[in-house]
């Protein structure tokens, strides 16, 4: 009686009856065995063949880890992927915060489920250690989306340096094409140089605005209206219309300022409101259009091989720069350097040149 006394668990709850088989050592050690039993790397890509969002989303987080295990494991899904992806179209989407960017993702992504798609959505934000996951926060504005079994949303990485983000994404972007999703939407905050990786991972990159006071140019990063496939004008209800429209000519008026873009695609300024849905389907229509063009012209192929290209040069620069800085003898001699640079005992070019030789002669 006393034991049971003690064990205030569920389990000891009836005293003097005896627990029934299933709580028994053994049966529980194999529960947790087969709750720890972790896929392996063949099984996940059967799951995202299949189309199964808890393998996708397992293998993507075995992709935003920074385990070296998990690493290995991520490049053989990765692998096995790569086949199966490739068939979709990825859009970028960028704008300040608040300009709507969530809520325009809700509605054009349901929209897209109407006509058939499977949609992803996928977030480069280097800041989301700090704001915890800028889709994760914005989950609630995507209410629709989040519930639809035609989309799959999936937070960004967090603390983590843009390149490590960018990579993961671009990774996840091939996982979840080869589960079957072949619209693939990217979004990203207009924070440091997101929108340059974001752009070099997409084919057709849109940037969202809102009207202001009249001086919609200003405070725009030029580089980023250059970017641009499309601008959209969101907010545009209400009173907010006329100022839209407003803003709709000065943009436009704008870029014909730009040369023209390699892809001789004319980018174009729509309006839209995310909440009435107006003007949501043009920007779809606008983009098919941009697919079908610059599928005609062999650009888009040309721009994805590109892009490949740049991942991998990418790749290695980030690799070996990692390698570089985790060496126990450069991280000792580069502490000393920069001492001596300070100093003025020795020329920035004699010191980088030390380390860079130690780093060689390390890694012959
Ligand atoms: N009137 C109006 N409000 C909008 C529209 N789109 C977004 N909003 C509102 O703008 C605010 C910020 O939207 P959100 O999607 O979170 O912006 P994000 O930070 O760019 O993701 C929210 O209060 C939205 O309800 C729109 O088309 N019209
Ligand atoms: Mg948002």
């Given amino acids: 009686m006393s ?23 053994s049966a529980i050690n194999q529960i947790k065995i087969k709750r720890r039993h972790q896929p392996t790397a063949q099984e996940l890509i059967s799951g995202i063949l299949e189309g199964n969002r808890t393998a996708l989303s ?59 798609k499977k949609v992803a959505v996928l977030a480069v ?5 700090i704001s915890h996951g800028s889709i994760l926060g914005d989950k609630t504005r995507m209410e629709e989306l989040v519930k639809n079994e035609n989309a799959f949303i999936r937070p960004s990485a967090s603390g983590e340096t843009l390149g490590g983000v960018a990579r993961k994404t671009r990774e996840s972007i091939i996982l979840c094409e080869a589960a079957g999703f072949d619209t693939i939407i990217i979004e990203t905050v207009g924070v440091g140089q997101s929108e340059t990786a974001v752009h070099s991972m997409v084919d057709f990159f849109l940037l969202l605005k809102i009207s202001g006071a009249g001086d919609e140019l200003q405070g725009i990063k030029r580089g980023i209206m250059e970017m641009a496939d499309a601008i959209v004008i969101n907010k545009a209800d209400g009173d907010n219309i006329k100022k839209a429209n407003q803003a709709k000519i000065e943009f436009n008026r704008a870029l014909h300022l730009f040369p023209p873009k390699k892809s001789n695609w004319q980018p174009k ?5 995310s909440i009435t849905k107006e003007g949501i389907m043009d920007v779809w229509n606008s ?22 290209q740049f991942w991998m040069m990418e790749t290695i620069n980030e690799q070996l720069k990692q390698n570089f ?16 640079v300070q100093n003025n005992e020795t020329s920035p070019f004699a010191a980088a040149s030390e380390l860079l030789k130690l780093y060689f002669k390390q890694s012959r």
């Fill in 3 to 25: 034991d049971f006394n003690k064990q205030a668990g569920s389990l000891s709850e009836k005293a003097g009856i005896s627990s029934p088989e299933i709580t028994n050592v």
């Fill in 58 to 116: 397992r293998a993507i987080t075995l992709i935003e880890s920074t385990n070296p295990e998990h690493a290995e494991k991520a490049n053989e899904i990765i692998k096995g992927c790569l086949l199966h992806a490739n068939k979709s179209l990825r859009i970028g989407i960028t704008g300040v915060p608040g300009v709507g960017k969530s809520t325009f993702i809700e509605a054009f992504g349901t929209h897209l489920t109407q006509l058939g």
């Fill in 125 to 129: 934000d280097p800041s989301s250690s």
């Fill in 269 to 273: 300024v729509t309006t839209c409101s």
């Fill in 287 to 308: 983009i098919l259009d941009y697919f079908e063009t610059t599928q005609e012209t062999g650009f888009f192929q040309e721009k994805r091989n590109e892009q490949n």
């Fill in 325 to 340: 800085y985790s060496q126990p003898e450069i991280i000792a001699l580069l502490e000393q350097n920069k001492k001596a």
